[in-house]
T-cell receptor, first 115, second 111 residues
Framework: NAGVTQTPKFRILKIGQSMTLQCAQD?????MYWYRQDPGMGLKLIYYSVGAGITDKGEVPNGYNVSRSTTEDFPLRLELAAPSQTSVYFC??????????????FGQGTRLTVV | EDQVTQSPEALRLQEGESSSLNCSYT??????LFWYRQDPGKGPEFLFTLYSAGEEKEKERLKATLTKKESFLHITAPKPEDSATYLCAVQAGSGNTPLVFGKGTRLSVIA
């Protein structure tokens, strides 16, 4: 059982370039999330999705876009990369029960550096 | 605005020296409080979920407790392998709201 798979693990981008961070889960979870983690700052929510075709902004959505065409996949798009987007990005998924979040399962992260 | 504050930021313990980590929260309508462990270079790993005040959960040397304002993660007789960053997160409000995380406590256990 693979759980949550993120690709790539590492990436270096030049300012102004674009890229897509891939995330796939095989647990049939409805909810999926993208977080970024900066040193000493905890996890900040970028975007999330409660099901295929439904996405919503989190705390720090500027400079990012997402789509959710299938239950399994939740790619994160960076347009016009900036140094402020240097961070570690985590994708996560969870199921829900009676409106409550169950535990979220996290991928191993993508370490992105923008130079 | 929902807030989660963890203390201390960092904690250094000798092997066998028990202690507690704190997670205080200010939310409207707590639906669940989650504890995660994160090792360097890895994603957070789920430990516990607590749903109501007075609830307690245990796993090996870890015990999590919940009151109406805060949660504690008690670590009994820690070992060096318990060294990690411990993250607290809350779900609050109505509907399918995502988790809000604290900044974490970085725990080092010295042999």
């Amino acid at each position: 059982n693979a759980g949550v798979t993120q690709t790539p693990k590492f990436r270096i981008l030049k300012i102004g370039q674009s890229m897509t961070l891939q995330c796939a889960q095989d647990m049939n979870h409805n909810y999926m999330y993208w977080y970024r983690q900066d040193p000493g700052m905890g996890l900040k929510l970028i975007y999330y999705s409660v099901g295929a075709g439904i996405t919503d902004k989190g705390e720090v959505p500027n400079g990012y876009n997402v789509s959710r065409s299938t239950t399994e996949d939740f790619p994160l798009r960076l347009e016009l990369a900036a140094p402020s987007q240097t961070s570690v990005y985590f994708c996560a998924s969870s199921s829900g029960f009676r409106g409550r979040n169950t535990e979220a399962f996290f991928g191993q992260g993508t370490r992105l550096t923008v130079v | 605005e929902d807030q989660v504050t963890q203390s201390p930021e960092a904690l250094r313990l000798q092997e066998g020296e028990s202690s507690s980590l704190n997670c205080s929260y200010t939310v409207s309508g707590l639906r669940g409080l989650f504890w995660y462990r994160q090792d360097p270079g890895k994603g957070p790993e789920f430990l516990f979920t607590l749903y109501s005040a007075g609830e307690e959960k245990e796993k090996e040397r870890l015990k999590a407790t919940l009151t109406k304002k805060e949660s504690f993660l008690h670590i009994t007789a820690p070992k060096p392998e318990d060294s990690a960053t411990y993250l607290c997160a809350v779900q609050a409000g109505s509907g399918n709201t995502p988790l809000v995380f604290g900044k974490g406590t970085r725990l080092s256990v010295i042999a």
